[in-house]
């Protein structure tokens, strides 16, 4: 069975926490949650973890991360509304072992481009965070919204990609209205890429329309 740590802070509605623990409580993620890391006291995944018992610790300094991480030995980092910079020591640390999931449609390659269900091309959104992430879909027209789960690398918002998921915008969609439909997707994503990486199956990648 195989061990994972969540990343949450403040910043984070703790909707991602409760879909893995969800995923894992159904034996549909083959692993253990050995620990939910925050920030801060005042994220609102802690409430949710201590729901379920689950063991807390507070990391308020990015440069205690480490430390804390190497002590508990996960087998994979899971980030879910981590506000902290991941400093370069842990994705060294943990190479190809820190899950993220972006606000847009990240490449293959770094010169790569997705397109969305429609031929279209997709918006990568890097540099953005959620709410400004959903604002560049509607000031775009974009036909769809979507968003990455993958591998944190040294390189900014990209990394081997794992799945990603699209969400079609209706007309009238405000930021809020689109990332509540697409969260329900995200949430999804995220425990199937687990459940891929923790039953030992030959790694898919998997696509949510």
Not at 47 to 73: D, F, G, Y
Not at 92 to 115: C, E, M, Q, S
Request: glycine share 6%; hydrophobic share 40%; with cysteine.
């Amino acid at each position: 069975m195989k061990r994972i740590v969540v990343l949450i802070s403040n910043k984070g509605s703790g909707t991602n926490l409760q879909a893995i623990i969800d995923g894992v409580n159904s034996k549909k993620i083959n692993a253990k949650i050995i620990s939910v890391i925050s920030d801060t006291e005042e994220a609102l995944g802690l409430t949710k973890a201590r729901k379920n018992k689950l063991s807390i610790k507070i990391v308020p300094k990015k440069e205690k991360l480490l430390s804390v991480l190497k002590k508990l030995n996960p087998d994979y980092i899971c980030l879910a509304g981590w506000k902290q910079i991941i400093v370069p020591e842990v994705i060294d640390a943990f190479p190809n072992r820190i899950l993220n999931t972006h606000p847009g449609l990240i490449p293959d390659t770094i010169d790569g481009a997705v397109k969305n269900p429609d031929g279209t091309k997709a918006i990568w959104n890097k540099g953005k965070m959620t709410d400004k992430a959903m604002q560049n879909f509607l000031d775009n027209k974009a036909t769809y919204a979507g968003c990455t789960n993958h591998f944190l690398s040294h390189e900014f918002d990209f990394g081997p990609v794992l799945g990603r998921c699209f969400e079609k915008v209706k007309k009238g969609d405000s930021i809020d209205s689109l990332y509540t439909r697409l969260k329900v997707k995200e949430n999804r994503l995220y425990v199937e890429v687990l459940a891929q990486l923790t039953n030992n199956e030959s790694f898919k990648m998997i696509q949510i329309i």
